[in-house]
């Protein structure tokens, strides 16, 4: 009997992975942050979208997980980079609009499906509109519900939720959430935020410039830091943006949860990955404000997961036949909030997931 996911994977058209798609479309200023290689219409409510993840990045592949894995934040980018480009090539959101983002939810069933093999990863999403806003005519807002799949086999889903303002209606809405204060810009932002940086191991990275919590704290059951505005940082501001982008906040929540984990679990870095995550944004992140990161951590435990077909790890690559009881996972549960002069910004929740060795 075929799954609805499987007989969802088979109709997709036929995606091309050979260049990427213009940078215009997904809001980059760098052709090497651009990982969406295609998109594809389906109907008026679906249309796939391809992404190719690289063996190698400066930032989404500075990762000490071992067996390497993708990146669950650059997949969630790739699904963004396709509700971008989807926004403006199929429901006639104009270049100009200002796009805000509302929510991302992602979901990874099967990590060993995105392990790092000896060719570039190729992503296929099937994207479903799941609410679609209009006012007079024009396109406001879009939910985007994603299954996601590698080498013809689905492992996980994500969500993106985007609302579009034209350039006036932005500004008012900026220049209210401001009290009427001129919108900042992080290129005339300080090189360096006050703080002393968490060593990168504690946070899973090797080079320090892609940390970006700063004094990071354990007290019980949870963590606290504040976040480092990396302005300079060529993926995380690969462009001027008058607020915090909603990826830099998951980013430094992701560290932070990772960093708690270690702490507080005793879960490795090195055999940790992020296998779900929750977010809803509900205030812009400014610039000139602090941005105070919280972490409350759960138990260590539930039911340890199987996977279906038992693998084994190797120098090589993936090998079939692994003892069963040696693919046994273990999830840990991480809330994270962000908040700035005691307002939440946007709460997390993650699921962290113990690899196997």
Do not use: W
Not at 9 to 19: F, I, N, Q, S
Not at 161 to 182: I, S
Not at 212 to 224: T, Y
């Amino acid at each position: 009997m075929t799954t609805a996911p499987e007989a969802a994977t088979r109709a997709l058209p036929e995606l091309d992975y050979t260049r990427t798609v213009d940078r215009l479309l997904v809001h980059r200023d760098a052709l090497g942050e651009v990982f969406l290689t295609d998109l594809q219409p389906i109907d008026d409510e679906n249309y796939a979208a391809a992404g190719q993840l690289p063996r190698s990045h400066a930032y989404y592949g500075d990762h000490l997980l071992r067996p390497a894995h993708h990146d669950p934040l650059l997949i969630l980018e790739t699904c963004r980079q396709a509700a971008l480009a989807g926004a403006h090539r199929f429901f006639g959101v104009p270049a100009d609009n200002k796009f805000i983002l509302t929510h991302l939810t992602l979901r990874i069933d099967e990590p060993q499906a995105v392990f790092v093999g000896s060719s570039p990863f190729r992503l296929a999403m099937r994207v479903r509109i799941g609410n679609r806003r209009e006012r007079a005519g024009r396109v406001t807002g879009l939910d985007y519900e994603i299954t996601l799949s590698g080498n013809g086999a689905v492992f996980g889903t994500a969500s993106v939720g985007l609302r579009f303002k034209d350039p006036g209606g932005y500004l008012t809405l900026r220049l209210n959430n401001r009290d009427g204060m001129a919108l900042p810009s992080s290129a005339a932002y300080p090189a360096g935020t006050p703080g002393a940086p968490v060593a990168p191991h504690l946070v899973g990275r090797a080079n320090p410039d892609n940390v970006v919590l700063l004094d990071g704290v354990v007290v019980g059951d949870s963590a606290q830091a504040l976040l480092r505005i990396p302005a300079r940082h060529a993926s995380l501001f690969d462009h001027p943006q008058d607020h915090l982008p909603g990826m830099v906040i998951a980013e430094g929540a992701r560290q932070l949860a990772l960093f708690a984990a270690l702490d507080i679990r005793g879960l490795s870095t090195s055999k940790t990955l992020l296998t779900s995550l929750d977010v809803r944004f509900t205030r812009f992140g400014e610039l000139e404000d602090d941005t105070v990161l919280s972490a409350v951590v759960g138990e260590l435990g539930g039911p340890p997961r199987t996977a279906e077909a038992p693998v084994d790890y190797t120098l090589g690559g993936v090998l079939a036949g692994a003892d069963e009881d040696e693919q046994r996972t273990e999830d840990l549960k991480v809330r994270v909030e962000a908040t700035q002069k005691g307002e939440e910004l946007c709460s997390f929740a993650f699921t962290l997931t113990r690899i196997p060795a």
